[in-house]
């Protein structure tokens, strides 16, 4: 009689409890750049980190401000570049920074949407009061949240329609007015500012290799001092030792008779 044999009966494995798939998030790749023009330090560094960066990068926008820029050439230069690169900058007009307000005329005079933010009317100019400026209420609670809101839709509404915050006046690009050199001394001048940069990195890099070789110097007497100290210690060890060698051989000790 034919014995059947038994089949093993297949096994589900069930979830564990609690253990969830990871959700995998992508990467949403900007539309666009904004450069950001506020003044550095304190607080202001905070605003940056928890109003202004989220609010730029929730309206999908690559977030810039000038203390982010690690470019050898000089920081005018970077500004600038920034400037002109962006395609919506965003302006913390608070405290009247003057550096904020210098590039400021930059970004107007080629024509660059700007988002302008102030604390109060007051920070803001008669000739900019014209324009929509967004102000924000620390004694309201949840300002912060408010006001980062407010950039986010404001930035959303810009790039939507940019020219619709363009001041008039500066709609028609005008052609730099700067004199003009011959391409022998343009490139002189690059030449000479380049030779600048790389002679002032030199001294930087001159100077700590002359304080490398002064702490290595220090070093090396530090070393020799302690190992002739440690030489004229052993010497003087010996030598006291020796002398009360000779003071105890020459000694009665109670209970020692040396005499015949």
Avoid at 163 to 183: G, L, N, R, W
């Amino acid at each position: 009689m034919a014995v059947k044999k038994a089949t093993p009966e297949k096994t589900t494995k069930k979830p564990v409890a609690g253990r969830r798939k990871k959700a995998v998030r992508k990467e949403i790749k900007p539309r666009g750049n904004c450069f950001v023009m506020m003044p550095f330090g304190g607080f202001n560094d905070d605003y940056f980190k928890l109003i202004y960066e989220p609010a730029v990068k929730t309206a999908k926008l690559k977030c810039i401000r000038g203390d982010s820029i690690f470019r050898s050439s000089s920081i005018m230069s970077d500004i600038w570049s920034w400037v002109q690169e962006a395609d919506v900058l965003l302006a913390d007009l608070t405290g009247k920074n003057p550096n904020v307000f210098y590039e400021l005329g930059l970004a107007h005079a080629i024509g660059k949407p700007v988002v302008l933010v102030s604390e109060t009317m007051d920070d803001v100019p008669f000739d900019l009061k014209l324009y929509r400026v967004i102000n924000y209420d620390k004694n309201i609670p949840d300002w912060n949240r408010e006001l980062k809101k407010n950039i986010t839709s404001s930035l959303n509404e810009t790039m939507e329609n940019p020219t619709e915050v363009i001041p008039d006046m500066f709609k028609d690009i005008v052609p730099s007015q700067a004199p003009q050199q011959d391409e022998i001394h343009t490139r002189l001048n690059v030449l000479e500012r380049a030779i600048k940069m790389q002679t002032q990195r030199a001294d930087v890099i001159s100077t700590n290799s002359r304080a490398q070789q002064f702490r290595d110097e220090y070093n090396k007497s530090r070393n020799s001092w302690a190992h002739v100290k440690n030489q004229d210690i052993d010497k003087r060890i010996y030598e006291i030792i020796e002398k009360t060698g000779s003071i105890v051989r020459g000694s009665s000790l109670p209970g020692n008779d040396n005499s015949d």
